[in-house]
């Protein structure tokens, strides 16, 4: 199967610390999407970034940034001087067709 | 901005009743999915549906059904409600789909609980 992989299972750092999450992709597609969700305690899933897979320039909103390497087959994610409001699970997604193909996310936690 | 409605967000059923779970988008989107997320198992596709009236299984549909009557509205079935479907069920929509993937957009979600 091709899989999405989020190693990190938990991530715990102080406020304004900068972080990153992992997520690494499998693909037989020349062409597919990359995606990153965020699902805050409330539990609703807010989607990110939508990312092609020709275009491997990074992204960067506001605190967050996006590096897209496609010779590793990864999609990292960054938060620049986190805060407590990031706390919440992050998940990356490799599109397949219709579908959206899950990784198993990474919990982090933002401490004050 | 879209906007993905659930039915409910707390429910509580008795083992064996069929449930009801209602989705609706106001975006007038062309694909819309039902996943169920547990606690180490991540999100897992019951159904999906491209079409009205159109629906494709996904990884784990025993036990559920779905209908799609309106291009908004795509409804989960639990025939005869069991334990082990005690979970989170969230509905999302997409706008088109094929090759190109398009965002999927997520209600609140429902957390059921079968007792």
């Known amino acids: 199967a091709q899989k999405v992989t989020q190693a990190q299972t938990e991530i715990s750092v102080v406020e304004k610390e900068d972080v990153t999450l992992d997520c690494v992709y499998e693909t037989r597609d020349t062409t597919y999407y990359l995606f990153w969700y965020k699902q805050p305690p409330s539990g609703e899933l807010v989607f990110l970034i939508r990312?092609?897979?020709?275009d491997e320039q990074n992204e960067i909103s506001g605190r967050y940034s996006w590096n897209f390497q496609k010779s590793t087959s990864s999609f990292n994610f960054t938060i620049t001087a986190s805060q407590v409001v990031d706390s919440a699970v992050y998940f990356c997604?490799?599109?397949?067709?219709?579908?959206?193909?899950w990784g198993a996310g990474t919990k982090l936690i933002i401490k004050p | 901005d879209v906007k993905v409605t659930q039915s409910s967000r707390y429910l509580v059923k008795r083992t064996g009743e069929k449930v009801f779970l209602e989705c609706v988008q106001d975006m007038d989107h062309e694909n819309m999915f039902w996943y169920r997320q547990d606690p180490g198992l991540g999100l897992r596709l019951i159904y999906f549906?491209?079409?009205?009236?159109?629906?494709e299984k996904g990884d784990i549909p025993e036990g559920y059904s779905v209908s799609r009557e309106k291009k908004e509205r795509f409804s989960l079935i639990l025939e005869s409600a069991s334990t082990n479907q005690t979970s989170m069920y969230l509905c999302?929509?997409?706008?088109?789909?094929?090759?190109?993937?398009?965002?999927?957009?997520f209600g609140p979600g429902t957390r059921l609980t079968v007792l």
């Open positions: 549906s491209y079409d009205v009236k159109m629906k």
């Open positions: 999302a929509s997409s706008l088109y789909g094929g090759r190109d993937t398009d965002t999927q957009y």
């Open positions: 990312r092609n897979s020709f």
């Open positions: 997604a490799r599109g397949s067709n219709y579908q959206l193909i």
